[in-house]
C-alpha cells in the first residue's frame, strides 16, 4: 500500500540509532546513508525514510499521525518496545498489551521516536 514513509529530524544521528534498534528489532537492517542525506530502510519496494527538513526549518512531529510496523508475534512487539525505550524512545499510551477492536484482537505498543514522532508495532491475533 505505501511505497514509502518519510520522517524528519533534528538530530540525524541520534534518531539513526532510534530506527536502528528498532527496525533492527524488526529484522531490518541498519540505515543506509542517503547521497541526498539521512538514511533508508528498505523492505521490498518499500521504504522508511529520516532525514533532516528540505526547507531547513526545524523538524516537527505530525499531531494527531501513527506509523504502524507489522510484527510477527507479540515476543516481537516488545523487543521494538524495548528497544526503543533504550535508545531514546518513550513509551506512550497504554502499556504493550492486547486491545479488542473492531478489527479485530491485536497486540499493541506505541513509541514516540526522539523528535516526538508516534510509532506503533501491531500483530494480529490469529482468531
Known amino acids: 500500500m505505501f511505497s514509502h514513509v518519510v520522517v524528519g529530524t533534528n538530530d540525524l544521528e541520534k534518531t539513526r540509532r532510534f530506527y536502528d534498534a528498532v527496525l533492527g528489532s524488526l529484522g531490518?537492517?541498519?540505515?543506509?546513508?542517503?547521497a541526498a542525506g539521512g538514511y533508508?530502510?528498505?523492505?521490498?519496494?518499500?521504504?522508511?525514510?529520516?532525514?533532516?527538513?528540505?526547507?531547513?526549518?526545524p523538524a516537527t512531529h505530525a499531531?494527531?499521525?501513527?506509523?504502524?510496523?507489522?510484527c510477527q508475534s507479540t515476543d516481537q512487539v516488545d523487543l521494538w518496545h524495548a528497544a526503543g525505550i533504550a535508545n531514546?524512545?518513550?513509551?506512550?499510551?497504554?502499556?504493550?498489551?492486547?486491545?479488542?477492536?473492531?478489527?479485530?484482537?491485536?497486540y499493541l505498543a506505541?513509541?514516540?521516536?526522539p523528535d516526538g514522532n508516534k510509532l506503533c508495532a501491531l500483530y494480529r491475533i490469529p482468531a
Open 88 to 106: 531514546g524512545g518513550k513509551s506512550v499510551e497504554d502499556p504493550p498489551g492486547v486491545r479488542e477492536t473492531p478489527a479485530g484482537t491485536l
Open 63 to 70: 499531531n494527531g499521525g501513527t506509523i504502524g510496523f507489522t
Open 40 to 57: 533508508v530502510y528498505a523492505a521490498g519496494n518499500s521504504s522508511f525514510i529520516v532525514t533532516g527538513p528540505l526547507d531547513g526549518q
Open 110 to 113: 506505541y513509541l514516540r521516536d
Open 28 to 34: 531490518y537492517g541498519e540505515g543506509l546513508n542517503r
